[in-house]
């Protein structure tokens, strides 16, 4: 092992900022470093933090990690897009949001810059989480804006997706991506000292309950395991949510993160899902597939790196045979893969 991923391993903090810079600039030699630190990864929660721009994500981040540390566990933070139009600036708010926690040892907190990387936001902050866990954090929080695909990806890297809504920004639950409301595991409606916390409380509530009735319906379709006689709520009650068997119905949890109230209760949710996953062939077949979509998605990045450096003259003749009309896109791709395929 190299004497970086050594120290990173025994939890040396100077090492694990300079990998996760490495790793967040893919300096040459960081899939090296990655490879070396995986054997002491798959040991952190990952726990995503995501909703509308302004919803609170922050500040209840900032108070998640202080229940985590209550409980003795080392954090690690990663606050992704903070470039985005959406959130413009945030990354100072971030900073400030949590500065109290940065002198703590036990605390580390990191934003990642969006460049348009090969791959994604996802991979970066997948990547930069492994850092983390392979320096000992016991639960890694993604912070992300639910707004984009490329948001939406970065919360496929957490085993938990927490969704914050808040009343009193429009259309919340319409507003809100349904690609987000298909990958929440609990819901925090925060803000709960305002008006409209309840209502928003309801439409989230049906909102879960016609989503599990359409689960149960094309559970098989869409890749989830469920298992016959399970009857749902039309409408899900607190002590209804949570895990039934094989299916997991998000609970909605109200509270006020700027106060530090419902917070014991998220955690406890968290908790419960985290059993969930491992305790259930549906959980299980979950984690199963994430790691076969990174295998796959990391062979076609690798595939089409390797096949455009591989045979640019080539691609080039093509387009421009394609362009002629002399040649057509779908012989053009076969007549490539050939010619790469005889590398
Ligand atoms: N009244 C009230 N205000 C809150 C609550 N939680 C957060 N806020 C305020 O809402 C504003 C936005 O909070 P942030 O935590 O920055 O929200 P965010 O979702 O991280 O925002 P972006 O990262 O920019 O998308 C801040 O002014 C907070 O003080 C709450 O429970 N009640
Ligand atoms: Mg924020």
Redesign the pocket.
Known sequence: MSQLAERIVSGDARAAARAMRDVDDRIPGYLDLLKEIFPSTGRATVVGVT???????????DRLIDAYRKQGKKVGVI?VDPTSP??GG?IL??RI?MTRHASDAGVFIRSVATRGHLGGLSRSARDMVRVLDAYGCDVVIV?T?GVGQDELEVTRTAHSTLV?M?PGLGDEVQAIKAGILETADVFAV?????DGADSTVRDLELMVALGSEALVASGKRRGHVVHGGVKVDVVPTAEDAGAKGEIWMPPILK?????GEGIQELVAALDRHAAWLSGTTTGRARRHLRLAEEVRESLRETLIDAATSALASELDDAVAQVEARALDPYTATERLLEAFRRR
């Open positions: 909703g509308n721009p302004g919803a609170g994500k922050s500040t209840l981040t606050c959406y959130s945030a708010g971030d949001r912070e804006v914050v808040a925060n803000k709960a000292d305002r509270c006020v993160a700027t106060r």
